[in-house]
DNA sequence: GGTGCAGATGCAACCCTGTTGCGCTTGCAG
DNA sequence: CTGCAAGCGCAACAGGGTTGCATCTGCACC
């Protein structure tokens, strides 16, 4: 997404919350927005290097922005969480773990099966992740 | 599995391997192979609190074995590794993370899909993790 | 049954991701 | 304009995992 356009529609998002619009969460969303991947904590530093906002600042922008469901979490193998901008349904498409850069990226064209139907006895499914490991383009 | 069955097939898995030998790898297979469900490097070392091994040694352990193939590393939501004994094929079944108590354990009811087919041009898929998250019978 | 040494272990110190406590600042309702 | 709850920045901390290095030990060879 464009820088302008990002803008515009993360000022448009985080105004639609009700909540207080402040400029750490307008620049952090853009910063989602723009990028078409999912970044992590540190990639996301690095896009807002221009006038850094504080880390704890950008953890609790984060946190404020999944639970507004305007962004996702997503776990990925090397202990780092990362984040993306909430523009689909985040439940339908598999995640791809790059396993050399630790890139990770949104497979729209793999599908994920729905929950399982047949649990043991006393569990409750909430939800599924399914992440392909391998190679990216970049590093192949 | 009880506790001498473990210690054998231990020491056999780690004999079949034609590397060292050594106290603190048998002992972690036993252990892994005494639990049924994934285990946390910190459950490990509670597990091994009798005489313990050092927390490095632990982790240069369970790296040795993974690598051996003896064991699996499966990626938890809670940023800590969670190990198995290879006891079957892990490619084949799902994960069950507990968003509660953190715990993960095997689904094998559950069968996961073959990799897909379809990746986008320069990427190749390497392997498949499916984990199921809700609540255990434990914490429900 | 020795013996040498590559490889394994233990210890201390470190890194990295993420969190908490707390005083200062600010968006915004009135 | 003004008050104040909510947000922010700083510093300090916590947990999981890794690295460097000196010491120890399985085991191949004698």
Redesign the pocket.
């Known amino acids: 997404m464009q820088r302008r356009q990002a803008e515009q529609v993360a000022a448009a998002r985080v105004?639609a919350t009700?909540?207080?619009?402040?400029?750490?969460?307008l620049r952090v969303l853009a910063a989602l927005l723009r990028r078409g991947e999912a970044a992590?904590?540190?990639e996301l530093e690095r896009d807002l290097a221009a006038d850094a906002?504080?880390?704890?600042?950008?953890?609790?922008?984060l946190?404020?922005l999944v639970g507004q469901g305007l962004a996702h979490r997503i776990s990925s193998a090397?202990?780092?969480?990362r984040f993306t901008a909430a523009d689909r349904r985040h439940d339908a498409h598999a995640h791809f773990h790059c396993n050399r850069c630790g890139k990770v990226l949104c497979l729209d064209e793999v599908k994920t099966p729905r929950l399982p139907a047949a649990m043991p006895r006393g569990f409750r499914a909430e939800g599924l992740e399914v992440t392909v490991k391998g190679i990216c383009a970049g590093c192949a």
């Open positions: 105004r009700g909540e207080r619009v402040t400029p750490a969460r992590s904590h540190h906002i504080d880390r704890v600042t950008l953890y609790r922008v946190d404020w090397d202990r780092a969480w």
